[in-house]
């Protein structure tokens, strides 16, 4: 057979890291069940190579020895094993209306490889009153509302997003950076929001995943996988992830190959870059101290052209010699967060924030938003690493302003759990 078609499944590992059989002590897809990802085929590979140890040994002459592969024996023979990276390419279509979350969905389970998650208990609501753009009075319970976790609407025909600061200001919700245009008929839109935790919740996550290609004559199971970079970048405006995600070991099963399994789709829509905005706010966040009080500021819109994000977890193996696996867990040891937006009109207003030192919360939209649509990224305390008066005009026909921003310290919000004051959230509409 020399066809290729292939797919790649995910199952969550719960608390087991690898997958252990509790009797052979080795890994195992039993208890695993498997979702097909809608991502593109290209980077669906075998994944892995070997691990061993080089024999150097004395000689008499010119030769070599075999390496002795670093793994376990069972039943008096070694066991298979690789490790190395998992990469895959999808775009982010949203969950659409039902269910009302993604906690059983591929993009959940990819995505709490390497964060946290939060949630709002609603959907929607409506402002019963409206205090200004960055408060309002809920229809619903006011405790509804997760501090930290994103919220976005249309407004004019296009979407907006914010996060959520203070759930109880009087009874009412604060809301950072502002929205244009607050009403009471605005219909508020819940996002699921990852983020990588930050003070006593440092290094957690949700699951680590067990990956498996599948095709006709071959099949490889990935177990113990964290995820370590997703980079969100544009294909003609739709919003596409690049995840890479190490594995601790790696295992083929070619005698029980059948087929490849036909992917799982979303019923929402793919975010495109587009009907949407970027934001920045028009004032400094609570950073290096904690607010008493739900940050509240305005916004400045940016005419963004493109954009990049970035964020990459340091993976540091918890190790130990009780398993084939090497370690008992794959720990965030820290996480770095990049982002880089291109203006097509530069602000001036945004000139002289590195030589300051300005820190301003950044939020880049993208639409559709509606029922289980809706996707957006943020960093609610953003430093520039570049002089954003030092345009890029090597082209032949506009000047260009480039942003380079990475997460500074959030003190903004007054909670310390949930996705609360967390260095950079990443929100999915329900």
């Known amino acids: 057979m020399s066809v290729t078609h292939r797919s790649l499944s995910i199952a969550p590992e719960g608390s087991s890291f690898g997958s252990l059989d509790s ?36 000689r008499d002459g010119s030769y070599g020895l075999p390496p002795e592969p670093d793994t376990v024996f069972s039943s008096g023979s070694r066991v298979r094993r690789r490790t190395g990276q998992v990469n895959l390419r999808l775009d982010l279509t949203s969950i659409g209306s039902t269910p009302d979350n993604y906690d059983t969905n591929y993009l959940g389970y990819l995505l709490g490889a ?33 501090i930290g976790a994103l919220l976005g609407c249309n407004i004019a025909g296009r979407a907006e997003y914010t996060a959520v600061t203070d759930n109880d200001e009087s009874g009412d919700i604060a809301i950072s950076p502002a929205l244009s245009n607050l009403q009471t008929s605005t219909t508020l839109r819940a996002l699921q929001t990852w983020y990588p935790g930050s003070r006593a919740q440092t290094g957690n996550k949700v699951d680590s995943v067990a990956f498996q290609v599948e095709g006709v004559d071959f099949k490889t199971i990935c177990f113990g996988c964290v995820l370590e970079t997703v980079s969100i970048s544009l294909d003609n405006g739709r919003v596409m992830a690049d995840l890479t995600y190490q594995s601790a070991c790696i295992q083929d099963d070619h005698a029980s190959a059948v087929a490849p399994v036909e992917p799982t789709y979303n019923a929402g829509s793919p975010p495109f870059f587009r009907g949407s905005y970027v934001v920045v706010s028009s004032a400094s966040p609570t950073s290096l101290t904690n607010a008493t009080a739900g940050d509240k500021l305005a916004r400045t819109a940016l005419d963004c052209e493109d954009f990049t994000l970035t964020i990459t977890n340091t993976l540091t193996p918890l190790g130990h010699s009780n398993s084939i696996l090497a370690m008992s867990e794959m720990e ?14 530069p602000s001036t207003t945004l000139n002289s924030d590195y030589f300051n030192r300005k820190i301003r919360q950044v939020l880049v939209g993208t639409g559709p938003v509606d029922d289980g649509k809706g996707c957006a990224f943020m960093i609610p305390a953003a430093y520039l690493t570049n002089d954003p008066s030092q345009y890029d005009v090597s082209g032949n026909d506009i000047v260009r302003q480039t942003l380079t921003y990475k997460q500074s310290r959030f003190g903004g919000d007054v909670a310390e759990t949930g996705a609360a004051n967390s260095p950079v959230r990443i929100g999915l509409g329900v």
């Open 114 to 146: 390497g964060f946290q998650t939060a949630k709002h208990t609603i959907t929607s609501d409506t402002p019963s009153a409206v205090g200004s753009n960055n408060l309002f009075t809920p229809t619903l319970t006011n405790t509804d509302y997760s």
């Open 332 to 345: 965030i040891s820290d996480v770095d967060v990049e982002l880089t937006l291109t203006l097509s009109s």
């Open 23 to 58: 009797t052979t002590g080795l890994p195992s897809t039993s208890g695993l069940t498997f979702i097909s990802i809608p991502c593109e085929r290209d980077p669906i590979v075998i994944y892995g190579e070997p691990i061993a140890s080089e024999r150097n040994d004395a």
